[in-house]
Nanobody, 118 residues
Framework: QVQLVESGGGLVQAGGSLRLSCAAP????????MAWYRQAPGKQRELVAQ???????NYADSVKGRFTITRDNAKTTVYLQMNGLKPEDTAVYYC????????????WGQGTQVTVSS
């Protein structure tokens, strides 16, 4: 069973920054579409950002210009740099790995809590 291990969540004031990390086996990070999702209380899980094996990135409109998804050169970790955090960014953030062109759910991490205070 593939494991995705997230870290980096926490409590931060509005306007602050956090960097989330998602560690996974190299074969997973280098061949799958890696993504960050988030789920706030009472809301559906939503895509925040994703990066393909070819380093093509895609972002939710709500985070464009503030969040950046990257992958390290060793291709074992995917990061989500979050700047200019807002209270509405408060959610549990999940890492996901999914094969290209797959319609399946992929593999999920356990989630990490991000709380932004106003």
């Amino acid at each position: 069973q593939v494991q995705l291990v997230e870290s980096g969540g926490g409590l931060v004031q509005a306007g602050g920054s956090l960097r989330l990390s998602c560690a996974a086996p190299r074969i997973i990070v280098s061949t799958n579409v890696m993504a960050w999702y988030r789920q706030a209380p009472g809301k559906q899980r939503e895509l925040v950002a994703q990066i393909s094996s070819g380093a093509v990135t895609n972002y939710a409109d709500s985070v464009k210009g503030r969040f950046t998804i990257t992958r390290d050169n060793a291709k074992t970790t995917v990061y989500l740099q979050m700047n200019g955090l807002k209270p509405e960014d408060t959610a549990v953030y999940y890492c996901n790995a999914r094969p290209p062109l797959s319609s399946g759910p992929g593999v999920w991490g356990q989630g990490t809590q991000v709380t932004v205070s106003s």
